[in-house]
C-alpha cells in the first residue's frame, strides 16, 4: 500500500520522481463522509436470490491453504530478487523510513503472477509503457463475456513489494489469484479482468497508466487489494484512520468506495450479510473522492479509477493504522491472519459472481 496519496485530481502522464509524504491535511471528515455498517445500512438493495445463491456457491471454493501457499511463494519471490536501483532516488526527497526503496522489488513477482495465470489456462497480456527511470508492467488476464462483453468486472492487487511483502501485498495478489483460478475455464455474462499492477509502492504508478490507457471501458464494478491479511482483535490494536471512524480493534475489512461507487459497496454489505460476515466497516468518500482530507483513503490503486470516474471498490485491513510490520522486513507470513485472509477472499468472490453474472450453465 503506497505512502504516498495521489491527491491530485489531474492523472500523471508519466511517473513523475516520487514525493514524499505529507501535505495532506488530516482532519475528522465528519458529515462530508457516510459511515456504514453491515447491521445498519438502511439502504442495503435488495438482490436477485438466484445470483445471490450462485455467488455464494462460488466463493465456497476458495481454499485457504492455496492462499497461504501462494502468499508464501510471493514472499520467496520478493525475498530472492534483486531490489530497485536506489541511485534512481534523491534522498532528500523521500522518507526512506516511510518508503524503504533501497528495498523494492517486483521482477520475479511479476514471474510468477504471469506463470501462475498460464497455468489456469489464460492468455497473459501486458500493458507496457517505457520510461527512462519507472517503466511499468501490468498484467492482465481476461474472461471474455459470454452477454455483455464490453462490460467489464476488474480485480486488480499491486505486485510489486517492500521486502518480503507478506500483507502488502503478497495477501492481496494470492486473493486475486485464488479468485482467477475459480473462474478459470467458467462463463461469465460479463468479462472478467484481473489486473497485477506495476509500481503502486512509488505512487500509484502502473493503475495510473493503466486507467490512462482505457479512458472510455465500461467498467462495472472492481475490487482493488491491497493489505488484507493482517488481523489484531486487541482493543487499542487498530489506530484511528483519518476520516474513517473506526473501532478501536484491528478485526475488520474496511471497504472504500466513492459516491458514483457506492451502489457495489451497499451489493457487497448485502452478499456479505448473507454469507454470515460481520467484519466489514465501510466509509463512501463524497464525490470522486479526492477531497481534502482524503488522502489516506486513496493510498492504493482504486484512485486513480475514481478520478478517471471508474467505479472501484478499495478492500484493506487498513495497512500500517493496524500492522506494526507495515513497510519492515517483519512483514512475513506468519504475522498473517489465515481465516481474515480467507474470509475477505470469499467475500469478494461472490462479488465477482454477483456483478459479472456468473458462472453460466
Same mark, same amino acid.
Request: proline share 7%; net charge negative.
Given at each position: 500500500?503506497?505512502?504516498?496519496?495521489?491527491?491530485?485530481?489531474?492523472?500523471?502522464?508519466?511517473?513523475?520522481?516520487?514525493?514524499?509524504?505529507?501535505?495532506?491535511?488530516?482532519?475528522?471528515?465528519?458529515?462530508?463522509?457516510?459511515?456504514?455498517?453491515?447491521?445498519?445500512?438502511?439502504?442495503?438493495?435488495?438482490?436477485?436470490?438466484?445470483?445471490?445463491?450462485?455467488?455464494?456457491?462460488?466463493?465456497?471454493?476458495?481454499?485457504?491453504?492455496?492462499?497461504?501457499?501462494?502468499?508464501?511463494?510471493?514472499?520467496?519471490?520478493?525475498?530472492?530478487?534483486?531490489?530497485?536501483?536506489?541511485?534512481?532516488?534523491?534522498?532528500?526527497?523521500?522518507?526512506?523510513?516511510?518508503?524503504?526503496?533501497?528495498?523494492?522489488?517486483?521482477?520475479?513477482?511479476?514471474?510468477?503472477?504471469?506463470?501462475?495465470?498460464?497455468?489456469?489456462?489464460?492468455?497473459?497480456?501486458?500493458?507496457?509503457?517505457?520510461?527512462?527511470? !519507472?517503466?511499468?508492467?501490468?498484467?492482465?488476464?481476461?474472461?471474455?463475456?459470454?452477454?455483455?462483453?464490453?462490460?467489464?468486472?476488474?480485480?486488480?492487487?499491486?505486485?510489486?513489494?517492500?521486502?518480503?511483502?507478506?500483507?502488502?501485498?503478497?495477501?492481496?495478489?494470492?486473493?486475486?489469484?485464488?479468485?482467477?483460478?475459480?473462474?478459470?475455464?467458467?462463463?461469465?455474462?460479463?468479462?472478467?479482468?484481473?489486473?497485477?499492477?506495476?509500481?503502486?509502492?512509488?505512487?500509484?504508478?502502473?493503475?495510473?497508466?493503466?486507467?490512462?490507457?482505457?479512458?472510455?471501458?465500461?467498467?462495472?464494478?472492481?475490487?482493488?487489494?491491497?493489505?488484507?491479511?493482517?488481523?489484531?482483535?486487541?482493543?487499542?490494536?487498530?489506530?484511528?484512520?483519518?476520516?474513517?471512524?473506526?473501532?478501536?480493534?484491528?478485526? !475488520?475489512?474496511?471497504?472504500?468506495?466513492?459516491?458514483?461507487?457506492?451502489?457495489?459497496?451497499?451489493?457487497?454489505?448485502?452478499?456479505?450479510?448473507?454469507?454470515?460476515?460481520?467484519?466489514?466497516?465501510?466509509?463512501?468518500?463524497?464525490?470522486?473522492?479526492?477531497?481534502?482530507?482524503?488522502?489516506?483513503?486513496?493510498?492504493?490503486?482504486?484512485?486513480?479509477?475514481?478520478?478517471?470516474?471508474?467505479?472501484?471498490? !478499495?478492500?484493506?485491513?487498513?495497512?500500517?493504522?493496524?500492522?506494526?510490520?507495515?513497510?519492515?522486513?517483519?512483514?512475513?507470513?506468519?504475522?498473517?491472519?489465515?481465516?481474515?485472509?480467507?474470509?475477505?477472499?470469499?467475500?469478494?468472490?461472490?462479488?465477482?459472481? !454477483?456483478?459479472?453474472?456468473?458462472?453460466?450453465?
Amino acid at each position: 500500500m503506497g505512502h504516498q496519496p495521489l491527491g491530485a485530481r489531474r492523472l500523471p502522464s508519466s511517473a513523475a520522481r516520487p514525493r514524499p509524504p505529507g501535505g495532506v491535511a488530516v482532519r475528522a471528515l465528519s458529515a462530508a463522509l457516510l459511515f456504514l455498517a453491515v447491521s445498519s445500512c438502511s439502504s442495503r438493495p435488495s438482490v436477485d436470490e438466484s445470483a445471490a445463491a450462485r455467488a455464494g456457491d462460488f466463493a465456497g471454493g476458495v481454499e485457504k491453504s492455496r492462499l497461504l501457499s501462494d502468499v508464501d511463494a510471493l514472499v520467496e519471490a520478493h525475498l530472492t530478487d534483486t531490489p530497485l536501483d536506489c541511485a534512481l532516488f534523491d534522498p532528500s526527497e523521500i522518507d526512506t523510513e516511510r518508503r524503504p526503496v533501497c528495498h523494492l522489488t517486483r521482477d520475479k513477482a511479476r514471474q510468477w503472477v504471469r506463470e501462475r495465470f498460464e497455468s489456469l489456462g489464460y492468455t497473459v497480456t501486458t500493458h507496457d509503457t517505457e520510461d527512462a527511470r !519507472f517503466p511499468t508492467t501490468n498484467l492482465i488476464a481476461e474472461l471474455r463475456g459470454t452477454e455483455h462483453p464490453e462490460e467489464v468486472v476488474v480485480i486488480g492487487a499491486h505486485y510489486d513489494a517492500y521486502y518480503s511483502g507478506a500483507d502488502d501485498n503478497s495477501s492481496g495478489v494470492a486473493a486475486m489469484m485464488e479468485m482467477a483460478r475459480l473462474a478459470a475455464g467458467k462463463r461469465f455474462a460479463r468479462t472478467v479482468r484481473f489486473v497485477g499492477f506495476d509500481l503502486e509502492e512509488l505512487g500509484l504508478v502502473g493503475s495510473t497508466r493503466y486507467v490512462q490507457t482505457h479512458p472510455e471501458e465500461r467498467i462495472i464494478a472492481s475490487i482493488v487489494f491491497d493489505c488484507i491479511g493482517y488481523k489484531d482483535p486487541r482493543p487499542g490494536a487498530q489506530q484511528s484512520l483519518p476520516g474513517f471512524p473506526v473501532p478501536s480493534t484491528g478485526d !475488520f475489512l474496511a471497504a472504500i468506495s466513492n459516491e458514483p461507487s457506492r451502489p457495489r459497496l451497499e451489493e457487497l454489505y448485502t452478499l456479505a450479510t448473507r454469507m454470515g460476515y460481520g467484519f466489514v466497516q465501510g466509509v463512501v468518500l463524497p464525490n470522486e473522492g479526492s477531497g481534502p482530507a482524503s488522502g489516506n483513503l486513496m493510498r492504493s490503486d482504486h484512485a486513480p479509477f475514481w478520478l478517471m470516474g471508474q467505479s472501484a471498490l !478499495f478492500l484493506t485491513d487498513t495497512a500500517n493504522f493496524r500492522n506494526p510490520h507495515y513497510h519492515r522486513a517483519t512483514d512475513v507470513p506468519s504475522t498473517l491472519d489465515p481465516d481474515f485472509l480467507t474470509d475477505v477472499t470469499r467475500l469478494s468472490a461472490a462479488g465477482l459472481s !454477483f456483478w459479472a453474472g456468473g458462472p453460466l450453465p
